[in-house]
């Protein structure tokens, strides 16, 4: 009896061997912890079972207790590789609901600071792939500019992960004349990176055999597990909140959404390596736009809603009033129900906002876009080998802070 | 555009399903629907299927906790990738035994959702592939979300209440 | 011999309290032992969320932690020196943490970095541990939310101090003994 026959046998009688592996929390492999428990066939995954929820921090609870402005740094802390992306997702949102007309440079300002900020997210995703591939030396190359992204914000506001940046209505203060110097000087030295960055993995050999075809998905199935952001794009439907729903003037911006075909690895960090191509031509159109506009106005001064300045705090009886007000939560707050997307780094990024006109939100919701994909996961390995499970992960770009709340 | 997309929706959904709405509302340009209970699935079924509306995306489904009228929303956010068509449903179940059945059929991305509003407030989806909690640790006893409950963790000791009123 | 002025500059370690003549130094075995240990800690990154991301940009080109001779990540616990805690920690999350705890070797020795595994940080919740030192021993806390580079950089300094100045016997003493029933361990 040959080997083949005793395997068909076995599974007739049911008595088929399967092996299970856990992989995770904490395992390198990870980048964040979730677990998956994994039915092994050999080396083929049968089977995955997922556990989440290992770093659940309750941000929907604790929005219900914070008034508005301080719900900022709690968006800060879901998807930590993109912060001002959802730090600026939450303040438009509140603009919304209070129906604050936001002036057209402090758009473009915000466009900026989250295209660059796009970058960093994907950089950490594209780098990654390449580290689990066996590539380090993207991951040392590549970081290198992270930082200067780092160096940018810190410059604006003075934190490099968690920015808290911008405030309801606008930004806290201009950006000064060093962050547009070190952006212009970003601008020059990232694409040179960046293209070797890009000519070492894009058409490599070694890389594509280990990516193409791994992990992929249909554009059918991932619509209808809700898919956003690079991962749908990467499976052929070209859905951008920036297109679909504008938001802070993106619509007089000219760039293109890339699409791949087959949803797979290669796919999805060919869409975010083409993202950032256009995010680096979006950030150069804003900057234009910006010159052409009146300086000196960084934020809508809505004084009833977002804190004036110190300075006038201290100087001004009616700035100290609404300090004051703003503080201790006696602002007028409209009702309502309102909702809000960004693009975010990995998808569409929603608020959901219930305001009872209290100091607080009466309900606060997250739609987090990683953790409605991730949950395709046990589909989009099925059949596949351990180590594909691996780059499939990575190439998600799961963050397990937006996964978990 | 944005006014007949939704203009749609709504007489898709009075040809067949007029009984069904008790309030129909469009705060910030924002389709809401309330909807009695019984037929969801069938209506978002139908709304799915419909060529005048084919709302066949799940952006996002929650809950939502009003105590004073002792009821469990349950919201659904539907959209047309082809139109931008955005539509959000809500039904309201009682807050002692919220039970209403599961989407999962429909949309596969809604399963992750549905257990995160079963853990959050107890909601059980009947039909449900593996209705369990998803976030919190499984022996929990409580759904934190619904607004008896308290944020902080209720056994520390190390905190003094007497300097640092919560 | 001529060196260079690249060699000049450079010190390997600095060199133990000790009786020096010709051909022979003699000092206390801790003190070459805590030089060795202290210059090649392999250390376990714990990460969970924001400060694993810092950590990554500590480990990467930039701030190079390999400067400190602490480069080489041990994922297995077994082989760790160093357990070091990035990000909060959930009570889901919390015996997974010990069980890793455990499963290292002695000499250990446990850094907490950012506020969250400090002490819970800004999540005063429900499902949030409220500081990792309620189930493990931690030997040096690192502030910040999430801290910069530079701080965790010092924490490991810190770190190195602590072993460099570790007497042998400290692991078999009474009182680590009973600092460790403490927290329900042997």
């Known amino acids: 009896m040959n080997v083949n026959q005793s395997v068909i046998e076995q599974e007739k009688a049911g008595e088929k061997q399967y092996s299970y592996l856990n992989l995770g929390p904490t395992h390198p492999a990870t980048h964040g912890i979730f677990q998956n428990v994994l039915k092994m066939d050999g080396e083929i995954i049968v089977e995955a079972e997922p556990t989440i929820g290992y770093i659940h921090r309750a941000f929907e609870k604790l929005a219900e207790r914070r008034p508005f402005y301080q719900i900022t740094p709690l968006t800060d802390r879901m998807n930590y590789c993109s912060s001002p992306i959802n730090n600026m997702g939450w303040h438009m949102t509140v603009e919304k609901l209070l129906n604050i007309e936001i002036p057209k440079r402090v758009q473009y300002l915000r466009v900026i600071i989250m295209e660059l900020s796009r970058i960093s997210d994907h950089i950490i995703c594209n780098t990654i792939i390449g580290q689990d591939t066996g590539a380090t030396t993207g991951f040392l190359y590549l970081f290198q500019m992270r930082e200067r992204i780092y160096e940018i914000f810190e410059e604006i506001c003075g934190a490099r992960l968690t920015t808290n940046i911008g405030r309801i209505g606008g930004l806290e203060r201009d950006v000064p004349q060093k962050a547009w110097d070190k952006i212009d000087k970003f601008l020059i030295d990232f694409p040179i990176a960046f293209k070797e960055f890009s000519n070492l993995l894009e058409r490599n050999r070694i890389f594509m055999d280990r990516t193409i075809n791994c992990g992929p998905i249909s554009a059918e199935r991932a619509l209808n597990y809700s898919f956003s952001g690079p991962n749908l794009r990467a499976a052929g439907v070209d859905y951008d909140v920036r297109v679909m729903n504008p938001y802070s003037s993106y619509e007089e911006f000219d760039f293109i959404i890339p699409v791949g075909t087959n949803g797979d690895t290669y796919d999805r960090f060919m869409v975010r390596q083409e993202e950032m191509w256009q ?16 300086a000196g106005i960084y934020s809508a001064r809505v004084p009833e809603f977002c804190l004036p300045p110190k300075e006038e705090v201290y100087n001004d009886m009616e700035a100290l009033i609404y300090h004051f007000k703003i503080v201790m939560g006696e602002t007028e707050i409209p009702k309502g129900e309102v909702y809000h997307c960004v693009e975010g780094g990995n998808g569409e990024l929603g608020f959901y906002l219930i305001s009872d006109g209290g100091r607080t939100p009466f309900r606060l919701q997250f739609r987090r876009p990683c953790f409605i994909y991730y949950q395709a996961y046990p589909e989009m390995i099925k059949g596949s080998m351990l180590s594909d499970a691996v780059i499939t992960m990575s190439s998600m770009n799961v963050i397990a802070g937006e996964l978990d709340a | 555009m944005e006014g007949s997309t939704q203009d749609n929706v709504i007489s898709a959904l009075k040809e067949k399903y007029e009984d069904q709405i008790l309030h129909m509302d469009t705060p910030y340009n924002f389709l809401t629907i309330s909807l009695k209970k019984e037929k969801i699935v069938e209506i978002i079924q139908y709304l799915y ?42 039904i309201f179940l009682s807050a002692e035994n919220p039970v209403t059945p599961t989407i999962t059929p429909i949309f596969s991305g809604a399963n992750w959702l549905e257990r995160e509003t079963y853990d959050f407030y107890g909601v059980n989806f009947v039909g449900h592939p593996n209705l369990k909690r998803i976030l919190n640790v499984e022996d929990m006893i409580i759904f934190p979300l619904r607004k008896e409950y308290p944020l902080e963790d209720q056994r520390r000791e190390d905190k003094n209440d007497t300097m640092f009123g919560r | 011999m001529e060196s260079t002025s690249i060699q000049q500059g450079v010190t390997i370690g600095t060199k133990p309290e000790g009786y020096e003549g010709a051909g022979f130094f003699a000092t206390s075995l801790d003190k070459v032992v805590g030089l060795a240990r202290k210059n090649s800690i392999w250390p376990l990154p714990f990460a969970t969320s924001c400060c694993g991301i810092e950590f990554m940009a500590t480990m990467a080109s930039h701030y190079d932690l390999a400067r400190f001779g602490s480069e080489r990540l041990s994922f297995s616990p ?34 907490s970095v950012g506020a969250c595994a400090c002490s819970g940080g800004i999540f005063d919740t429900y499902s949030v541990l409220q500081g990792i030192d309620r189930i493990i021993p931690v030997d040096v806390y690192v502030p910040g939310c999430p801290p910069r580079p530079e701080q965790i950089i010092d924490g490991i300094l810190k770190i ?19 600092m460790l029933n403490k927290y329900g361990m042997e």
């Open chain 3, 78 to 111: 077994r082989q760790a020196d160093l357990l070091m805690v990035m990000g909060t920690i959930a009570k889901k999350m919390g015996p997974i943490l010990r069980q890793v705890y455990e499963q290292m070797a002695e000499p250990r020795w446990v850094i």
């Open chain 1, 279 to 294: 995010s680096l031509s979006i950030v150069k159109q804003a900057i234009e736009k910006v010159k052409k506009e009146p």
């Open chain 3, 160 to 178: 190195q101090h602590l072993v460099e100045t570790e007497s042998l016997r400290r692991r078999d003493s009474d009182e680590y003994k009973a």
């Open chain 2, 49 to 90: 299927n419909h060529p005048d509306t084919k709302l066949q995306y799940l952006t996002t489904l929650c809950g939502i906790h009003y105590p004073e009228l002792n009821q469990i929303a349950v919201m659904y956010q539907l959209h047309n990738l082809a139109t931008n068509t955005r539509v959000r449903l809500k």
